[in-house]
């Protein structure tokens, strides 16, 4: 019987072990500080940033919030940033994409102090991350893996595909189950012959876009699935709802243990999120991280 991966409550767990060490941080005199940066209007953004913000308080941390007009420059916005990498008080910085177009998101990506970028998307921390340094891990893929080891163990041999090949997601999937010893495929929209390329995956990671994408008939029997897409799709009736790269009720009849959407990865996202900002400031206040923190 396929298992449903409950990643919300796995989130929960994670934030209650992130709450406690905050804990013991504080009677130290020292609170983590996550310091969010939205620009402009951007409705599902301004919901991300609300939600990271209410669950930075909930697990005892600072949340410091910086919500720019759309019209702000990028010198304005790097102004910023400035200011936030020389504060003490903030141990984690992250500029909620997509920005305007008036402003390059690598320059500002870069802008960012690496021992504060919580998203691990500045190329120091992707470098090292890459090659097996000690390189933030961005939370999506660290929030996949999680769930993976959670539900598998011992992911050595497996065969993992990856569809998907964005920076955010495929990549640094990809190099995390390589970490793991998994012989691992990052398949996209130029993959031939996709379908049997899926059929052979024990771990399968969708990460493209596409409502529904990925049918029951391209998975292995027994494989794991972990869907990371999110998709708005409207229904006959004029409402909408939340689907997955992944054809789900097809899917389930096939997969050994599969994601849902939602209620699968997306949790883990803000969970990861606060953990890494957990980590930079452990990190930052040259403090030993605990044992069941990836090491990075």
């Known amino acids: ?89 903030v141990n984690g910085i992250l500029v909620q994409l997509p920005l305007p177009a008036q402003i390059d998101s690598d ?20 470098g090292r991350f890459t090659t097996g340094g000690n390189g933030t891990i961005p939370c999506t893929p660290l929030g996949c893996l999680m769930l993976l080891k959670d539900q598998l163990g011992d992911l050595s041999g497996k065969k993992a595909l990856v569809l998907g090949r964005s920076n955010i997601v495929g990549k640094p999937m990809s190099t995390l189950l390589l970490n793991e010893n998994c012989t691992v495929t990052t398949a996209h929209s130029r993959t031939r012959d996709l379908e049997q390329e899926c059929r052979t995956a024990d771990i399968l990671i969708t990460a493209v876009g596409r409502p529904n994408m990925v049918k029951g008939s391209w998975i292995k029997p027994g494989a794991t699935v972990i869907d990371v897409g999110i998709n708005r799709v409207e229904l006959e009736n004029g409402e ?57």
């Open 107 to 126: 320059t500002v990506i870069n802008a960012i102090d690496p021992a504060k970028d919580v998203d691990g998307f500045h190329p120091s921390n992707v």
């Open 240 to 296: 909408a709802r939340l689907v997955g790269d992944i054809h789900f009720a097809s899917a389930a009849k096939v997969a050994g243990a599969i994601t849902p959407v939602p209620g699968g990865v997306g949790p883990m996202t803000i969970a990861c999120l606060l953990l890494n900002t957990l980590t930079a400031a452990m990190k930052q206040n040259e403090l030993e991280l605990p044992e069941w923190i990836p090491a990075r």
């Open 1 to 89: 019987m396929t298992q449903i991966i409950d990643g919300k409550a796995f989130a929960a767990d994670l934030r209650q072990r992130i709450s406690a060490e905050v804990a013991k941080l504080r009677s130290q005199n020292i609170t983590p500080g996550l310091a969010v940066v939205l620009v402009g209007e951007d409705p599902a953004s301004q919901v991300y940033v609300r939600n990271k913000g209410i669950q930075t308080r909930e697990a005892g941390m600072s949340s410091f919030e910086h919500k720019l007009a759309e019209s702000t420059s990028q010198q304005e916005l790097l102004s910023l940033i400035s200011q936030l990498n020389q504060d003490d008080s």
